[in-house]
């Protein structure tokens, strides 16, 4: 596609259901990454794909959280058991692996535990 | 190191000065380097990049100075408008590879007319 696309845009859970937030990158990217943003607040590294590498899940806040990307496509990142606390913008970027790093963000899934 | 849920800083400034937001980065071995800006409810947007072998880069309106020394980026725009209002960020990474884009902690530009 033209951009980074997250989806959905908006959920509202009730805290113990789990959720599955959606990514596609930008063709040909081979990078992804996902962050979480609480309001008012700076970006959270949460996970950063790498073509076959193997992630780097080192800003994951818990076990309850996970990601999943297959091959250079669509990632998914799980949220379980979710609680208050993890209400947040949960933002997706990729980018390519040649000489220019820039990340394209997409617009972010915004969720709410009620 | 890693950027993590901070309260953001805030930079006032009026309409149709200047303005001048500062980042410091952390690896000596990053040799690129980006400002991004995030309008409210919007995911952050590319505004200018810059190498490491360069120590000035311009844009419209917006200008990007890096100093290796003492690892110090800063954007400076000109002529600040309301529109400039946003949480702008700085990056930094390393080309090819297994390169991983480091992000600062944000500063948020308030413009008042």
């Known amino acids: 596609g033209a951009g980074v696309s997250q989806s959905p845009s908006n959920k509202v859970t009730e805290k113990g259901k789990d959720v599955e937030l959606r990514c596609d990158p930008i063709?040909?990217?081979?990078?992804l990454y996902w962050y979480r943003q609480r309001l008012g607040q700076g970006l959270e590294f949460l996970i950063y794909?790498?073509?076959?590498?193997?992630?780097?899940k080192s800003g994951l806040p818990s076990d309850r959280f996970s990601a999943e990307r297959t091959g250079e496509s669509v990632s998914t990142l799980t949220i379980q058991r979710t609680q208050q606390e993890d209400s947040a913008v949960y933002l997706c970027?990729?980018?390519?692996?040649?000489?220019?790093?820039?990340?394209?963000f997409g617009q972010g899934t915004r969720l709410t535990v009620v | 190191g890693e950027s993590v849920g901070l309260h953001l800083p805030t930079l006032s400034v009026q309409e149709g000065d200047n303005s001048i937001i500062n980042c410091a980065y952390s690896?000596?071995?990053?040799?690129?380097f980006i400002w991004y800006k995030q309008e409210s409810g919007k995911g952050p947007q590319f505004i200018i990049d810059?190498?490491?072998?360069?120590d000035k880069r311009q844009g419209q309106r917006v200008t990007v100075l890096l100093n290796k020394t003492v690892k110090h980026l800063s954007l400076q725009i000109a002529a600040t408008q309301p529109g400039d209002s946003a949480v702008y960020f700085c990056?930094?990474?390393?080309?090819?590879?297994?390169?991983?884009?480091?992000f600062g902690a944000g500063t948020r530009l308030a413009v008042h007319p």
């Open positions: 970027a990729s980018s390519s692996s040649g000489a220019r790093t820039e990340a394209f």
């Open positions: 690896n000596s071995a990053s040799d690129y």
């Open positions: 810059i190498r490491s072998n360069m």
């Open positions: 794909f790498q073509g076959n590498s193997a992630p780097d």
């Open positions: 990056a930094e990474g390393r080309s090819g590879g297994y390169n991983k884009l480091i």
């Open positions: 063709s040909g990217h081979t990078a």
